[in-house]
């Protein structure tokens, strides 16, 4: 099982942006749910501290595309759409951004955030023991995954992939804020997280969590409390316009390297979805976040459970990487 893969220039040449005329990408009804099932997908990670929806956008196939969609969004919208003025000039900039693209991935992760938040807020607090076997098993999969997508190791990748690891272990392992957020504050806590969501490896809601806003975000998803949702959007629209030009910058030069950075975070993200976890006192509720060794857990390792759930998320991604190179070969 290889990684997903996606048309892309030589690392060493000059990267050309498509023009309006190649952005129209006509996807069939049947891509188009593959876009919505991918950002379910998508969306069912990021609710998860510790897993990153960018993981499932790589290990898909449509990151690259993703980081080419958001990246093209900014200024030069308004010259495409002076050029042919109207309903024209208004479809010209609908392709130059791939917004059927983004509209079904947005959908699909709006879709889980509506309908899969609850679940997995309930199943972190009683049974976090389950949902962190799961992602674990997924997280391994996809690093044994991207490592035979990077070729050609050197000591300069080498480097690159220990770099993210180490960055992601240290994020990881900061303390988390616990004071209640203000609005100003929440829009910079998701202008942070949304560059987390897009970086494979380290988890938006991870970092929302270790600023303090994690349950307030969540909170106000359940309650439909418009005014936090609409900042932390904003904040994540800044954000968002600001990294995706840097991160296609790097992936359109330096693929290989790049990828061996990404890696390396989610990599070191194994350290914050290690299933067994306990509190400062070694007992179990809301605020595990020790890991200890399985045989040092409160209720036993329950070797069959989590081992199978680990293998669950293993073929899960196995498939979902299948699925993402067959879908680029169509």
Same mark, same amino acid.
């Given at each position: 099982?290889t990684?997903p893969q996606?048309?892309r ?10 023009d309006?005329?190649?952005?129209l990408?006509?996807?069939s009804?049947?891509q188009?749910?593959?876009i ?9 990670a990021d609710i998860?501290?510790?897993v990153?929806?960018?993981?499932i ?7 690259e ?11 030069n919208?308004?010259q495409?759409?002076r050029?042919?003025?109207?309903i ?5 900039v609908?392709?130059a951004?791939?917004?059927t693209f983004?509209?079904f991935l ?5 879709t889980?955030?509506a309908?899969l938040a ?8 009683h049974?976090?023991l ?5 992602f674990?098993g997924?997280v391994v999969?996809t690093?044994l995954?991207l490592?035979?997508e990077i070729k050609r190791w050197?000591?300069g990748?080498?480097?690159l ?8 272990v ?5 303390p ?11 829009f910079? &806590? ?6 987390a969501? !897009?970086l494979?490896?380290i988890? /938006?809601s991870f970092?929302l @969590? $270790? *600023?303090?806003?994690?349950?307030t975000?969540?909170? &106000?998803v359940?309650?439909l409390n418009?005014a936090? !949702?609409?900042?932390?959007?904003a /904040?994540m629209?800044t954000? @968002? $316009? *600001? ?13 290989q ?5 990404l890696?390396?975070?989610i ?5 914050k979805?290690?299933?067994?976890k ?6 179990l509720?809301s ?5 200890v060794?399985?045989?040092q857990?409160p ?5 069959v459970t989590t ?15 299948w ?6 070969r169509?």
């Amino acid at each position: 099982m290889t990684a997903p893969q996606s048309p892309r220039p030589n690392e060493s040449s000059t990267p050309q942006l498509p023009d309006e005329n190649t952005r129209l990408i006509t996807d069939s009804p049947k891509q188009l749910l593959g876009i919505y099932i991918r950002g379910m997908a998508m969306g069912a990670a990021d609710i998860v501290p510790g897993v990153s929806g960018g993981t499932i956008a790589l290990i898909a196939g449509i990151y690259e595309r993703l980081i080419n969609a958001l990246s093209s969004i900014g200024p030069n919208l308004w010259q495409i759409f002076r050029q042919q003025g109207g309903i024209k000039g208004l479809f010209a900039v609908w392709r130059a951004v791939d917004a059927t693209f983004l509209l079904f991935l947005v959908l699909g992760i709006a879709t889980s955030f509506a309908t899969l938040a609850g679940m997995i807020k309930y199943l972190l607090d009683h049974q976090p023991l389950l949902i962190w076997s799961f992602f674990f098993g997924l997280v391994v999969a996809t690093v044994l995954i991207l490592l035979t997508e990077i070729k050609r190791w050197n000591i300069g990748r080498v480097a690159l992939f220990f770099v993210g690891l180490a960055a992601a272990v240290t994020i990881s392992s900061l303390p988390l804020l616990t004071s209640t957020p203000s609005l100003p504050y929440l829009f910079f &806590a998701g202008a942070v997280a949304i560059c987390a969501m !897009i970086l494979p490896g380290i988890s /938006g809601s991870f970092i929302l @969590l $270790l *600023l303090g806003a994690y349950d307030t975000v969540l909170e &106000a998803v359940h309650t439909l409390n418009f005014a936090i !949702i609409f900042t932390v959007i904003a /904040g994540m629209a800044t954000g @968002l $316009l *600001l990294f995706t030009r840097a991160l296609k910058w790097l992936l359109s030069r330096y693929y290989q390297a790049t990828l061996a950075l990404l890696t390396g975070f989610i990599a070191g993200s194994l350290v914050k979805v290690w299933p067994w976890k306990v509190d400062a006192l070694g007992t179990l509720n809301s605020t595990a976040v020790t890991n200890v060794m399985p045989w040092q857990y409160p209720t036993g390792a329950q070797w069959v459970t989590t081992i199978g759930l680990m293998l669950l998320g293993a073929v899960l991604v196995s498939l979902l990487s299948w699925w993402g190179t067959r879908s680029n070969r169509a």
